[in-house]
């Protein structure tokens, strides 16, 4: 009588998944490290509530460009592009409608300023000419 390898209760079981077998694809572990994330947990790395994260997408026009395979039954999961986003300021000042605190908005507004400041500040470097 041949005997088959019981692979327990879990109805997903990925191989190649650099350590966490149940949890996530291999692809989704890399996404991770890239800084694409679920939304709960891109919005937290930001420091951000949810709908907040959601209105600054909205504000630039940013949407979840792939998905992956997580968790016990293999779900479909948006991730979304912390590294992307975080770069332009009509993001920070999108969040920053989501809050009725003047404090935070007014954080996350200077958070979009200072981004501003600083793409003008690396235009004007790249634009300057040395003279001999």
Same mark, same amino acid.
Request: glycine share 8%; hydrophobic share 35%; with cysteine.
């Given at each position: 009588? &041949?005997?088959? #390898?019981?692979? /327990?209760?879990?109805?997903?079981?990925?191989? @190649?998944?650099?350590?966490?077998?149940?949890?996530? =694809?291999?692809r989704a572990s890399?996404?991770?490290?890239?800084?694409?994330?679920?939304?709960? &947990?891109?919005? #937290?790395?930001? /420091?951000?509530?949810?709908?907040?994260?959601? @209105?600054?997408?909205?504000?630039?026009?940013?949407? =979840?460009?792939?998905?992956?395979h997580v968790g016990k039954y293999a779900t479909m999961v948006d991730y979304w592009d912390t590294v992307f986003v975080r770069a332009f300021p009509a993001f920070w000042e999108g969040a920053a409608t989501a809050y009725k605190s003047n404090a935070k908005r007014s954080l996350l507004d200077s958070f979009g300023e200072e981004i501003r400041h600083n793409q003008y500040r690396d235009a004007i470097r790249q634009h300057q000419t040395v003279s001999i």
């Amino acid at each position: 009588m &041949r005997r088959f #390898k019981r692979w /327990g209760r879990r109805t997903a079981y990925y191989g @190649a998944n650099h350590g966490n077998e149940y949890s996530k =694809s291999a692809r989704a572990s890399d996404a991770e490290s890239a800084g694409r994330l679920p939304i709960t &947990r891109a919005a #937290k790395s930001l /420091g951000l509530s949810v709908d907040a994260f959601r @209105a600054g997408c909205r504000a630039i026009g940013y949407h =979840s460009t792939e998905w992956h395979h997580v968790g016990k039954y293999a779900t479909m999961v948006d991730y979304w592009d912390t590294v992307f986003v975080r770069a332009f300021p009509a993001f920070w000042e999108g969040a920053a409608t989501a809050y009725k605190s003047n404090a935070k908005r007014s954080l996350l507004d200077s958070f979009g300023e200072e981004i501003r400041h600083n793409q003008y500040r690396d235009a004007i470097r790249q634009h300057q000419t040395v003279s001999i």
